[in-house]
């Protein structure tokens, strides 16, 4: 997976970074389209206050009109400014004006950055946030936590300084090669600016490294020999085929060369600084502490809960779902076990039952197309019983994963066009199981059964990450599409599963709860262990024990899952926190409105307000 956004905001959830939670398969590859036209049928109107004396408010409306109008200018050209001001960020959205620049992580544009951003904030800061419109309200919202998010990683995180996997050139080449937004040979001409400067920006690199953890030094290290899947032989030989002229393409292999000089030369320096650091008597943890967490826990999630709280929520939700489970295989044991006894032990006759149903699954070449024939059936269900708006003439293209996005170790995601490329199709990804490998298609499709495909198909397809997304587009933002937020965007899919076997989806299968409970324990799990090991210091045999014999992982899941703890910090939370917040505040509305209450109506003013953090969501709801 490449960095993102290296000099800016490296550790920042990004989606890139979500393709890698529950296995990569809750992955979603998406860039919020704002700008496509979509049928406005139903939209929520929010916001219109009564005044009680009409002159305030016709006064207080006129203000608002000013004030509303002053912010729209001001974010557009923030985000003209962000995009001039960080040229990989901008390559990232899908925007490249300025992409043949490098920033060059020195000390100076450390500086610089810390300079830009606080001006900025300044400007924000100075609008009276009561006197936005509802729409707007969670973009000042979103606009505020950016900015203080990137002061406080450069100033206090300062991963720049420990994190060496912070440093690679390959993934704004790599997008230049494969987006096809301008023709070949001026993203050849782009991509040679950028192989330029790898020179002195892997000098700067090393300046910065101070006192490392060994896990992100043998992170950097898988990362940078990845680097020449990317600048390689096949690039230098497509180059010279092209349409540039001889000059050009001599420069271009000069530049070349020295670009895998500069990479090959930082791997060196990584091996050593792997060496010093292993033999040092007082590395730097990974486990970044409780005053880190709960700090970075508050920027980048942007939850109503802190940290501790949210902690507390996911082991009292543990609880309950083990229970629900426990009682579904007592009432189903018999059914499946009728001639073995049922083990005294919770976690042994729920694992066995797991177990046995996980053989239940689909052939390896009907996968692909069992996903395709079900995505329709979803649409028709959320339609028949009126769950929420489902945009009918916007229909979901399922397809094999196309070659050069595979190898993420994601099984399926969903592709849309960024906000600066609109009108494409919006993709639902599915990578052929036979792409692993024998072994692991195996384990995938027990993983895949029956039961957790359609799950699968709900958190990816309807009515999650795409049905999310079509709501989304029908209020087009760009300060949302940006600067969305991830614990929005995750919790909402998981939020469907549940909200889908609610009301009826499955039959109310007993298996199929089961099934759900299993997956949903993953999430919890995901938010305890992330907390435990950051800030409690639980150890690496007690994290994979847990995951084995209480949340029913495979061994390598689990293994795999201790790896991803030593390297993120509360991104694996995202999932739960987001999904806890929104049914939290469903189920308290729908008690405020009693038999007023509608289903379909919540959920569509819900996702009316796009990406944006379902803390601030939930305070326009409430008004
Ligand atoms: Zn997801």
Not at 57 to 67: G, I, L
Not at 186 to 204: C, H, I, K, N, S
Not at 267 to 290: C, K, M, T, V
Not at 586 to 598: D, P
Request: overall charge negative; charged content about 25%; glycine content about 6%.
């Amino acid at each position: 997976m490449p960095i993102k956004d290296s000099t800016v905001l490296p550790n920042r959830v990004g989606l890139s970074d979500i393709n890698w939670q529950l296995r990569g398969v809750n992955s979603v590859k998406k860039q919020f389209l704002g700008l496509v036209a979509l049928l406005c049928v139903g939209v929520v109107l929010v916001g219109c206050e009564p005044g009680a004396d009409p002159t305030a408010a016709s006064e207080q409306s006129r203000h608002s009109a000013d004030e509303a109008e002053a912010f729209s200018e001001f974010s557009q050209a923030f985000i003209d400014a962000m995009l001039e001001h960080h040229p990989e960020w901008a390559i990232y959205q899908g925007h490249y004006d300025s992409a043949g620049e490098v920033s060059i992580p020195t000390e100076q544009q450390r500086e610089a950055n810390l300079a830009f951003w606080r001006e900025w904030l300044g400007r924000l800061e100075a609008f009276d946030v009561d006197s936005l419109t509802p729409k707007q309200q969670p973009e000042f919202a979103l606009l505020k936590n950016a900015l203080e998010s990137r002061i406080w990683y450069q100033e206090v995180f300062k991963n720049w300084a420990w994190n060496p996997a912070t440093y690679n050139i390959a993934g704004p080449v790599a997008i230049l090669l494969n987006t096809e937004f301008a023709p070949e040979e001026t993203r050849y001409r782009l991509v040679m600016q950028r192989l330029a400067d790898a020179g002195a920006y892997y000098e700067a690199a090393k300046q910065n490294i101070e006192r490392p953890t060994l896990e992100h030094i043998d992170l950097a290290l898988v990362r940078s020999q990845g680097i020449f899947s990317v600048i390689n032989d096949d690039l230098l030989d497509a180059v010279r085929d092209s349409e540039l002229s001889a000059t050009e393409k001599a420069q271009f292999e000069q530049h070349f060369e020295a670009a895998q000089r500069a990479v090959r030369d930082w791997i060196d320096y990584l091996g050593a600084l792997s060496e010093q650091w292993a033999d040092h008597e007082n590395p730097r943890s990974f486990r970044i502490g409780e005053d880190l967490y709960e700090e970075k826990f508050r920027l980048d999630i942007q939850s109503q809960f802190d940290a501790s709280e949210l902690y507390r929520r996911a082991l009292a939700e543990k609880e309950a779902l083990l229970a629900e489970m426990d009682v579904i295989t007592i009432e189903l044991w018999s059914k499946y076990f009728p001639q073995t006894p049922m083990p005294d032990k919770q976690f042994e006759r729920i694992g066995q039952l797991v177990s046995f149903l996980s053989d239940q699954h689909v052939e390896l070449d009907e996968f692909v197309p069992e996903i395709r024939r079900q995505i329709p059936l979803l649409a028709d269900f959320v339609r028949d019983n009126d769950l929420l708006f489902q945009d009918p003439s916007k229909p979901l293209v399922v397809r094999e994963t196309p070659e050069y996005m595979r190898g993420g170790g994601a099984i399926a995601s969903v592709s849309s066009p960024g906000p600066f490329n609109p009108g494409a199709e919006t993709y639902y990804n599915i990578t052929p199981l036979e792409y692993f490998g024998e072994e692991a298609a195996a384990s995938y499709l027990r993983e895949y059964n029956d039961w957790v495909l359609q799950i699968l198909n709900i958190h990816e397809g309807i009515p999650g990450h795409y049905t999310q997304l079509l709501h989304a587009n029908r209020s087009p933002s760009l300060v949302k599409s940006l600067f969305r937020n991830g614990a929005m965007i995750e919790g909402w899919a998981v939020y469907a599963e549940r909200m889908m076997l609610e009301e009826g989806w499955g039959d109310h299968e007993p298996e199929l709860w089961l099934m759900h409970g299993k997956w949903l324990l993953r999430v919890v799990h995901n938010a305890i262990l992330d907390y435990e090991v950051h800030v409690q210091g639980k150890t690496r045999n007690e994290v994979v024990d847990m995951l084995q014999t209480q949340a029913f992982q495979e061994a390598s899941e689990a293994n795999q899952k201790w790896r991803r703890l030593t390297l993120s910090q509360v991104q694996l939370t995202s999932y739960y926190t987001g999904y806890a917040e929104i049914y939290a505040l469903r189920e308290q509305m729908k008690q405020a409105q009693g038999e007023a209450f509608s289903l379909r109506d919540w959920h569509n003013e819900f996702l009316s307000f796009g990406s944006a953090p379902v803390s601030e969501i939930a305070k326009l709801m409430r008004e």
